[in-house]
């Protein structure tokens, strides 16, 4: 049954994670994908910040974003946010 809930529960997250359990059913997968996930979202950042500012800026922001706790917590974690954050830069970086 299909609850008023579900209906506008995103379906990317669950299929790359699922698609990735297939690859291999181990949970630590999850997590060691995870971790370089948080390493290109550093390098979007850069680049997305590069077309704004000047270097040095840049470079404290992306340092910024690199030893924010909140990040390297969600990098030990199953969650959606390093996806999220992953597509929002990606997306403003073509855009």
């Given at each position: 049954?299909?609850?008023?809930?579900?209906?506008?529960?995103?379906?990317?997250t669950?299929l790359?994670y699922?698609?990735?359990?297939r690859?291999k059913?181990?949970?630590?997968?999850?997590?060691?994908?995870?971790?370089?996930?948080?390493?290109?979202?550093?390098l979007l950042f850069?680049f997305?910040a590069?077309i704004?500012?000047?270097r040095f800026w840049?470079?404290l922001?992306?340092?910024?974003?690199?030893?924010?706790?909140?990040?390297?917590?969600?990098?030990r974690?199953i969650v959606?946010?390093?996806?999220?954050?992953?597509?929002?830069?990606?997306f403003?970086?073509?855009?």
């Amino acid at each position: 049954m299909i609850a008023q809930a579900t209906l506008l529960r995103p379906l990317l997250t669950p299929l790359i994670y699922g698609l990735l359990l297939r690859l291999k059913n181990d949970d630590y997968f999850l997590q060691f994908f995870n971790l370089p996930l948080g390493l290109v979202n550093v390098l979007l950042f850069y680049f997305l910040a590069n077309i704004f500012t000047r270097r040095f800026w840049i470079l404290l922001a992306s340092l910024l974003i690199a030893f924010n706790p909140n990040l390297l917590i969600e990098t030990r974690f199953i969650v959606a946010e390093q996806l999220f954050i992953f597509w929002l830069l990606a997306f403003f970086l073509v855009y």
